[in-house]
C-alpha cells in the first residue's frame, strides 16, 4: 500500500498550491479520502474529506472557501486545490484513506506547506 503525495513547497501569502496523493495497493474507489495537516506544536486536523465517487466533501472552517478536494477515481489521485494561502497554513499535510467496506486505514509521509514571505 502507498500513498505519495506530492506538490508541496515554499508560497508566498496570498499564492497558491495545488496537492497531489497517487494511491496503489488498495482500492481506491471504495475509499473515502482525506486531508490532514500538523503544524509544528500542535496536533493533526483533518482539512477536507471527500466521498467514495466525490459527490460529498466537508472541510475545516478554517479552510473553507479557499480550499478544495477532488478525486479522479480511474488515476487513484486524490488533490488539494488550496488558494489564498495564509502563514497559519504552514504545516505538514498527510493524505489519508478510509476504507468504506473494509475500514482499513492508510497514511501517506506528509508533503511540507510553508506559507511565508
Known amino acids: 500500500v502507498q500513498l505519495v503525495e506530492s506538490g508541496g513547497g515554499l508560497v508566498q501569502p496570498g499564492g497558491s498550491l495545488k496537492l497531489s496523493c497517487a494511491a496503489s495497493?488498495?482500492?481506491?474507489?471504495?475509499?473515502?479520502m482525506k486531508w490532514h495537516r500538523q503544524a509544528p506544536g500542535k496536533e493533526r486536523e483533518l482539512v477536507a474529506r471527500i466521498s467514495i465517487f466525490g459527490g460529498r466533501t466537508n472541510y475545516a472552517d478554517s479552510v473553507k472557501g479557499r480550499f478544495t478536494i477532488s478525486r479522479d477515481n480511474t488515476k487513484n489521485t486524490v488533490y488539494l486545490q488550496m488558494n489564498s494561502l495564509k502563514p497559519e497554513d504552514t504545516a505538514v499535510y498527510y493524505c489519508?484513506?478510509?476504507?468504506?467496506?473494509?475500514?482499513?486505514?492508510?497514511w501517506g509521509q506528509g508533503t511540507q506547506v510553508t506559507v511565508s514571505s
Open positions: 489519508n484513506a478510509q476504507g468504506v467496506i473494509s475500514n482499513d486505514n492508510y
Open positions: 495497493g488498495f482500492t481506491f474507489s471504495t475509499s473515502d
